[in-house]
């Protein structure tokens, strides 16, 4: 009895306010017990506000000997502290499960490490699973199923000694900052406050926490425009057109869909659209540059151009929009309202949206367009500043928009044991400027974190991060891409060939071998039932006469 009420107070120690779900992941079940032990006090002060709350949290635990799932409801939580099974090895902290954070982690597992060194180590993110984002405009056009490019953490970790929580960031506490009264005897580099109310204590941290859309710099864009940048972005998007495909099939009334910039993702995006919609709608790029995709090689620029011209999606270049608001029914033009035949809901000409234009030179007139559905593709910010704690001065170096300046080991200036890459990190390059927050940036600054931390735990030289490009590429829609590899002067494949080069680059970067094997399975399937249904097609038309 009195073991069962230790257990159970163990448990509550872990409760928070602010988030109820934590996700650990370990490989046996026998340490269960040890990582989760009741509070020792330690920044208790932090949760002062948080006590007397209700909530319920829940735990998952995934190893060798199956799950445990134990849901918890109390008055009054404290903090936790978190304690590592080993109190030896070195601790190492990673928050952000992106490109950068996750493979970072599965680097550090590859790698040999002498004389029993290897960290334990820990991953947070706020999502349930790993998004492949180049790949999520292929959810939209139907080419991909959701598990092969967002495969659930804990699958992907499964066959490592990584653990995983499943929760939010909300403060840093480092201790490492050059010129600190640190104890010399002390190894910790400072703490992670989670939401979830959970304390850790690291050794090295990795900051890989990615970049939040920015929507707050137009009016109306945070109300009424969507973003596509996670999953769940992906799947709203999804959702609103579905509904709107339903709400207009059978009647004489096109889909208007507006695509606010035309980067790389705004075009990838457009595209994908405009092949969805067909003649069913109508899409709309804006843009404050006179061109597409200003940084792409021209090869690539032109082949996008002439796919959204085949599928009449209108450029509205030298643009930015001024505000986002609802259209007003005094306001409603085209007649976006009316009752299915089959049903008696009406389609309100409230659920369309006013974007308002500038121009950005002189010269040109301002736009008024309608839309029924508002993408945003520009702008982003990292979380960094939001992590700052309230009683000391954030002594992490951030620069304009939020990045951690870093040095060329990847390492944040001032605190040898925090590295930072990914949109979390303000790395120049040769010439001065920032590197681009790509994905094929981040793949490479994985592999040089995860050397780097390995050479500071074992007191070896850190080696410094040069990017190699390794070429551009964007999907078009389905079946068609563009690609433009650098190690081939002048090469750039398009259509069927550089879409089936795209995939197969792509599938190359998948997580693990595992998943790779499984989603190289489901691809070739689906390749060969496809083209058996084109054999089949064009087979009838044969015989058919037609």
């Known amino acids: 009895m009195l073991l069962a009420s230790q257990i159970r107070m ?32 330690t920044g ?14 829940r735990f998952f635990a995934s190893g060798n000997n199956g799950g445990i799932a134990e849901e918890i409801s109390e008055a009054e939580k404290e903090p936790a502290n978190f304690a590592w099974p080993n109190s030896k090895k070195p601790r190492v902290c990673i928050l952000g499960g992106g490109f950068g954070g ?10 040999e490490w002498p004389d029993d060194n290897k960290p334990q180590i820990i991953l947070v993110d706020q999502s349930e699973r790993f998004v492949f984002k180049p790949m999520l405009y292929e959810l939209l056009s139907g080419e991909v199923d959701e598990w092969e490019i967002a495969p659930r953490f804990l699958d992907l970790l499964a066959n490592t000694s990584v653990q995983f929580f499943k929760d939010r960031v909300k403060v ?11 104890s ?36 109306g864009a945070a109300e009424f425009a969507i973003p596509f940048s996670t999953l769940e972005d992906a799947r709203k998007v999804n959702d609103k057109l579905t509904t709107l495909e339903r709400k207009t099939f059978g009647k004489d009334v096109q889909i208007s869909v507006a695509v606010v910039g ?19 709608g ?92 508002v993408l945003w593709t520009v702008g982003t910010k990292p979380p ?16 304009a928009r939020g990045q951690a300046e870093t040095d060329e080991t990847l390492r944040v200036k001032g605190h040898p044991r925090i590295f930072a890459l990914g949109d979390s990190s303000a790395l120049r390059d040769s010439s001065g400027r920032i590197l681009p927050a790509t994905a094929q940036v981040a793949f490479q600054q994985a592999d040089f974190t995860g050397w780097n931390l390995w050479a500071a735990i074992n007191g070896r030289p850190l080696l410094p991060f040069r990017f190699q490009n390794l070429g551009e590429m964007m999907t078009l829609g389905r079946n068609d891409a563009v690609i433009s590899p650098s190690f081939v002067d002048g090469l750039t494949l398009e259509g069927p060939l550089g879409h089936t080069a795209r995939k197969i680059a792509y599938l190359i970067r998948l997580p693990t071998d595992e998943h790779r094997l499984k989603v190289g399975i489901s691809w070739l399937t689906k390749s060969a039932i496809d083209s058996v249904s084109s054999l089949q097609s064009t087979l009838y038309k044969v015989l058919s006469g037609s």
């Open 10 to 41: 163990s448990l509550i120690a872990l409760a928070a306010p602010s988030s109820p779900t934590v996700v650990a992941f370990h490989r046996g079940a026998k340490q269960w017990s040890a990582l989760f032990p009741r509070s020792r006090g």
């Open 44 to 57: 208790s002060s932090l949760f002062a506000n948080s006590l007397g709350k209700r909530l319920q949290l």
């Open 102 to 111: 996750l493979y970072t982690a599965l680097r550090l597992e590859s790698l």
């Open 172 to 182: 840093l506490h480092p201790s490492d900052h050059w010129g600190m009264n640190v």
């Open 184 to 219: 010399k005897t002390s190894r910790c580099g400072g703490t992670v406050h989670l939401e979830s109310g959970l304390l850790i204590e690291y050794d090295w941290l990795v900051l890989a926490l990615g970049a939040e859309a920015k929507l707050d710099v137009v009016p």
């Open 262 to 280: 035309c980067g790389y993702s705004g075009v990838e995006l457009a595209a994908t659209l405009a092949e969805r919609l067909q003649n069913r």
């Open 282 to 373: 109508i899409v709309r790029a804006i843009n404050v540059e006179t061109v597409i995709c200003p940084n792409a090689p021209p090869a690539n620029r032109e082949a996008a151009l002439k796919v959204l011209s085949s599928r009449k999606v209108e450029l509205l270049l030298g643009y930015f929009v001024r505000c986002i608001r609802k259209l007003s029914e005094l306001e409603s033009s085209d007649a976006f309202t009316g009752v299915d035949e089959n049903s008696t809901e009406v389609v309100p000409a409230s659920e369309k949206y006013i974007l308002e234009l500038q121009p950005a030179e002189r010269g040109m007139q301002s736009e008024i367009i309608e839309a029924d559905l």
């Open 384 to 399: 960094l500043p939001q992590l700052e704690p309230s009683d000391v001065p954030f002594v992490i170096p951030l620069n």
